[in-house]
């Protein structure tokens, strides 16, 4: 059995069902970015996505780390390390407010902390507090970014069920391309309407980032009946590896970069596009309510 019908079983015996309509709680619009393996610039590109939407629109931004013990966006801000993190909300009910990190432009976000063994697996009871707490500040912020650890588990696919759009981040790497279309496939098999864009990252000719992009939309169209929209691409660029040496986002570090340039161009595409918002809360709490 894959893990398209393990997942797809799963979701059918508990009833779990996407809500269609519900009526929205809160003004944010909630946004995941996945890829279908790691490795391929997805941490990188969420962070200064965020930092972009402030720059560009002066949204308040709150990034949510979901790959917990990895701490991707600590490490590229050049935070040091802090007991709190998203495991304390969740294991030690502290209070939401008290683990929301400040990083660069205003930008807040929740750390997914530091350590291997701060993995966990979310109870019911932890996940009904981390939706309570997450409710209570939801209306401050105008956008939620959830960085999502690579490839879909049964808990993380309820997630991306709920959030009223996805951004797949690939590469032009045969593995990759293939990888993003499992994703987007075993998603679409749960919600047809879900609004999923691509973004093609370092790639090293313009021809490679329309190849990757055509490889994936004539799949999707073929076999899924399904349109996805290319968001935009990014460029190989030198100047990514150097802001991650010096810890500092490269859209801060190297404004006039290629990479920071097409960075802008997606993040006006982005702004740009009609997304339908869905009650996040309402819609996740439901998603999760037979566990």
Partial sequence: MDQAEQLRRIIQQNKYAVIKDSPPNRHAKTVAVISGKGGVGKSNFVLNFALNLIKKRNDRVLLVDCDIGMANIDLLLGQQYQERSIVDLLKNRIGIEQIIKKGPLNLQY?????SLSNIVTIDEAEFQFFLYELERII????????????????????????VDEIIVITTPEPTSIMDAYSAIKLIHQFDQEKVMKVVVNRFKKNIEAKETWEKIRTTAERFLHKTIDLLGSLPE?????????????????????PISKALENITEMYLNGKIKRKGFIHSLRSLFSSR
């Avoid at 929740?110 to 530091?114: D, I, P, V, W």
């Fill in 237 to 257: 660029d030198d100047h990514v590896q150097k802001s991650v040496m010096e810890q500092i986002p490269f859209i801060l570090r190297f404004p006039n970069a």
């Fill in 110 to 114: 929740l750390s997914g902390g530091m």
């Fill in 139 to 162: 209306e401050k912020y105008d956008t939620i970014l959830f960085d999502m650890g690579a490839g879909i588990s049964k808990d993380s696919l309820k997630f991306l069920l709920a």
